[in-house]
């Protein structure tokens, strides 16, 4: 019996099966000022002990997307070691605040099972969640992924496509964010002095901002969630694949695409929940990404009068200013297109 494990396949998966994932991962200082040399976010909260705790935070949480990316990178090994492509999120929660010191875990369930027309792959759908040391859930959130078969004749012996909501409720959200002090809240320290009631449904905001992605840096960033998938490392077998280079995990577009919309969004310093997103084209270095925002929904929070929650459609895109609110083209979407992200966003009152 071999002692190294290749992944699983997509034959590999049954509807049902509960992984187990491994390593624990205790997050540190260290990893948040990697994460911010990676991206610059500067979101006041995460980027201030002071701050974060002038308005009711014990300490600055750690950032939301950095959260999500650990939890995320201990699924790799077992469920997308063999992914050709991350297709989409779906229903995702932040239900506890996570700060330094804390120690993450994961386990998955397989919730669907699809084989694509051409045999030589399928679409994984999975439910996966994150814990801290005291067993409490801090992320959960389902996602598909495209695996490549190990045999192009293995029967699936089950299929189903599970249905998931298109986009979660303002009354679902809120629990990872305490009561927050707004009267301590220095709107001039944190960048800009828009609140909830600064935004309009409707409203879309060029992020202005674009940054160049570095092949080093993509490759660093997926190893600091210790996200093993081949596409994102692997120059000796990806130079021979369909694009003849490496793939940028598409949470290093999510989390650049955030860091820009501080431009324009300062104060929407917590992501609540992911209602979606699609990763429309790939990414690779030497690239430069853009984004722009539009708001979609404005709600108040029930029992809270703290925060309301802004729903934010956040589009990306590679080598072209959003000036002009780059989406579609023709039927679909814009050439320049590379992320369609819906997310909640909370915002002091």
Not at 72 to 101: E, H, M, Q, W
Not at 135 to 164: F, S, T
């Amino acid at each position: 019996m071999s002692k190294t494990n290749p992944g699983n396949f997509f034959e590999d998966f049954r509807i049902g099966q509960t992984i187990r994932h491994a390593t624990p991962r205790t997050v540190t200082v260290g990893d948040v000022a990697l994460y911010t040399a990676l991206y610059g976010p500067r979101f006041a909260v995460q980027s201030s002990d002071a701050f974060a705790h002038a308005i009711g935070y014990p300490r600055s949480p750690v950032d939301d997307l950095l959260v999500f990316h650990i939890v995320f990178g201990k699924t790799v090994p077992d469920i997308s070691l063999n992914a050709v492509a991350n297709l989409g999120y779906a229903a995702c929660r932040f239900l506890a605040p996570v700060y330094p010191g804390d120690s993450l875990s994961a386990q998955s369930e397989i919730i669907g099972l699809k084989e694509n027309s051409n045999k030589q792959t399928g679409v994984v759908y999975v439910r996966s969640q994150g814990f801290n040391q005291h067993g409490d859930c801090v992320l959960d959130y389902v996602r598909w992924v495209m695996v490549r078969k190990r045999d192009v004749n293995a029967v699936i012996a089950q299929e189903h496509v599970p249905a998931v909501p298109k986009a979660l409720l303002a009354d679902q959200l809120g629990d990872a964010c305490p009561a927050i002090s707004v009267a301590h809240y220095d709107f001039a320290l944190a960048g800009a002095p828009q609140r909830f009631g600064d935004y309009q449904k409707g409203e879309r905001i060029d992020h202005v901002d674009g940054m160049t992605v570095e092949e080093a840096e993509h490759m660093m960033a997926t190893r600091l969630y210790q996200n093993t998938a081949k596409v994102h490392f692997n120059q000796f077998t990806e130079g021979k694949g369909r694009f003849g280079r490496r793939l940028i995990y598409g949470g290093h577009v999510i989390s650049l695409a955030r860091a820009l919309s501080f431009n324009g969004l300062a104060n929407a310093f917590h992501i609540a929940a992911i209602n979606g997103g699609r990763h429309v084209a790939p990414l690779f270095a030497g690239l430069t990404v853009h984004a722009w925002s539009e708001v979609l929904d404005v709600a108040p929070l029930p029992g809270r009068d703290d925060v309301g929650a802004l729903r934010l459609r956040t589009i990306a895109t590679k080598d072209k200013p959003c000036a002009s609110f780059p989406l579609t083209e023709g039927e679909g979407y814009d050439a320049s297109v590379i992320l369609d992200l819906d997310y909640w966003a909370l915002i002091p009152r």
